[in-house]
């Protein structure tokens, strides 16, 4: 990976009130963004983009997408207009088709925009929504691996100036939330994040796509895997030059993995 490549990023975004707040996380973003280089596009891998094939976005101007319920009325008034990229979405589009040993068939979609788990964090680490964002789906289809080496594929973008971004969380039990502010993590939850952390830490691709090796501490964190899938994304997109560094960790509401991952290469520490 040459020095000058953009960095992979993997982000847990939480709950979409954190587009509207500011607290550790969302100020942790802010850094990285002031931090980061600029790039020149955005690629987003949201876990709420989980559809039936692999898509990506085409619009000139995506949508702000208020992919939630039950939430204060200003979030719903919150828009990120950044433009779109038409051309890059083509380029990812043929790229997947001729990159690795066999060819992925994307589509383009103009039927999707940006939606909250993409948005929550950009209008902190780019607020100014100056920089063209794409959106590429998570085909709920294919196992684990595919979506490593799809990840492996996008990793050529960095050099390009694209910044590979994946949003999810690595800890997602809606079920086992617990409201309380403050509330104490389950021990499972706690358990299953410190245990990908060490796999990322070690670079373990082997037991990041088997996660369900953690045991029942897994079953619980990922009851569905549209919210994990993201970080193996991420991953697969980095180089094994890459730094790999923790901007943000922790399990908020009892069940919700805020646990964050940055690859970069090594001399832009």
């Known amino acids: 990976m040459g020095l000058n490549a953009i960095p992979s990023l993997f982000i847990g975004h939480g709950t979409p009130i954190n587009a509207l707040q500011s607290n550790i996380y969302t100020d942790a973003w802010r850094r990285l963004g002031e931090a980061l280089p600029r790039p020149r596009a955005i690629l987003s891998i949201s876990a709420h983009w989980f559809t039936q094939g692999v898509l990506v976005t085409g619009n000139d101007r995506p949508a702000t997408i208020h992919d939630f319920h039950g939430f204060p009325p200003e979030l719903y008034e919150c828009h990120y207009p950044a433009p779109g990229d038409p051309e890059l979405a083509r380029h990812i589009q043929q790229h997947l088709q001729i990159a690795g040993d ?79 502010p403050g509330a104490t993590p389950h021990s499972w939850a706690n358990e299953f994040n410190d245990w990908i952390r060490v796999r990322l830490e070690q670079r373990d691709a082997d037991n990041l796509i088997h996660f369900e090796r953690a045991g029942q501490a897994a079953l619980l964190s990922v009851p569905t895997v549209e919210h994990y899938l993201p970080l193996l994304y991420a991953f697969g997109a980095s180089s094994p030059e890459d730094s790999i560094q923790i901007p943000t960790d922790g399990v908020e509401l009892g069940s919700i993995s805020m646990l964050s991952a940055l690859f970069q290469p090594s001399s832009d520490r």
């Open 102 to 180: 066999q060819p992925i068939e994307a589509s383009i979609s103009n039927d999707w925009g940006l939606d909250h788990g993409t948005r929550s964090i950009l209008m902190h680490l780019y607020p100014n929504a100056d920089i063209p964002v794409l959106q590429l789906s998570i085909d709920a289809t294919k196992p684990a691996e595919f979506h490593f080496q799809l990840g492996q594929r996008l990793r050529s973008l960095r050099q390009k100036g694209v910044l590979i971004l994946a949003s999810g969380n690595v800890v997602h039990n809606l079920q086992r939330i617990r409201w309380t």
